[in-house]
């Protein structure tokens, strides 16, 4: 019973802060214009983290040993070139996964 108190008192949890972190910003701005400093952070802060995402993600490559970073450098090329074809963060995404594992299963 205690394993159950704990899991339905977890779940409670999560779900209060994901709802009040999705409300968080219309209860605050409600109809009025975003403050520039709101405006400046969702322009600028989802392609910074995308940055950082793919540096921590590339850096345990090792350049030395086979195979030489190749899938790595392979995908993110595949994931750029399909973006800038079919401009669909999906698309890219699931492409550059699904090359990424092939590379993987081939060269192993």
Same mark, same amino acid.
């Not at 409600?30 to 400046?40: F, H, S, T, W």
């Not at 790595?72 to 594992?101: P, R």
């Given at each position: 019973? &205690?394993?159950?108190?704990?899991? !339905? ?5 999560? +779900? ?6 999705? +409300? #968080?910003?219309? #209860?605050?701005?409600? &109809? ?12 600028? #802060? ?23 970073? +190749? ?10 070139? #399909? ?14 996964? !699904?090359?990424? *594992? +092939?590379?993987?299963?081939? *060269?192993?």
């Amino acid at each position: 019973m &205690n394993d159950v108190v704990y899991f !339905v008192c977890a779940v409670s949890v999560v +779900a209060a802060a994901t709802i009040l972190t999705r +409300a #968080l910003p219309f #209860l605050i701005f409600g &109809n009025r214009p975003l403050p520039e400093a709101v405006r400046y952070l969702g322009e600028y #802060l989802p392609p910074a983290i995308m940055v950082i995402l793919v540096i921590y993600c590339m850096r345990g490559i090792s350049f030395t040993a086979y195979p030489f970073g +190749a899938p790595e450098i392979i995908s993110c090329a595949a994931v750029v070139l #399909l973006h800038l074809w079919k401009k669909n963060m999906y698309v890219s995404i699931i492409g550059g996964t !699904v090359c990424y *594992m +092939a590379l993987c299963a081939l *060269m192993v």
